[in-house]
């Protein structure tokens, strides 16, 4: 059973930056598609970005191109997202997935087959 834990996540002031980390038992990293997606109350489950298993391509949604960053670490297990230039609609809680079956790289849910529990970014005006 694959396993995905997020941490970093927390309260911060607009224009801060947070940096989320991914803990991850598919390994080696670079053989999976990975992504991260962040669901605000009362809103659906939205991509934020996604990282490729081959050549680790990185793609972003619009809404958080420029401010984002996702890597991997292939040592240490993670899968991480440099958020800078926070803004209040950045507020949801972030949540790591993986599509091991098809190891793709999309920012649509029903591409992922295993989910984190999720960590709460909260950004203050």
């Known amino acids: 059973q694959v396993q995905l834990v997020e941490s970093g996540g927390g309260l911060v002031q607009s224009g801060g930056s947070l940096r989320l980390s991914c803990t991850t038992s598919?390994?080696?990293?670079?053989?999976?598609?990975f992504g991260w997606f962040r669901q605000a109350p009362g809103k659906e489950r939205e991509g934020v970005s996604c990282?490729?298993?081959?050549?680790?391509?990185?793609y972003y949604a619009d809404s958080v191109k420029g401010r984002f960053i996702i890597s991997r670490d292939n040592a240490k297990g993670t899968v991480n997202l440099q958020m800078n230039s926070l803004k209040p609609e950045d507020t949801a809680v972030y949540y790591c997935?993986?599509?091991?079956?098809?190891?793709?790289?999309?920012?649509?849910?029903?591409?992922?087959?295993?989910w984190g529990q999720g960590t709460q970014v909260t950004v203050s005006s």
């Open positions: 990282i490729s298993s081959r050549d680790g391509s990185t």
């Open positions: 997935t993986v599509d091991v079956q098809f190891r793709r790289c999309l920012l649509s849910s029903n591409a992922y087959d295993h």
């Open positions: 598919a390994f080696p990293l670079n053989y999976y598609g």
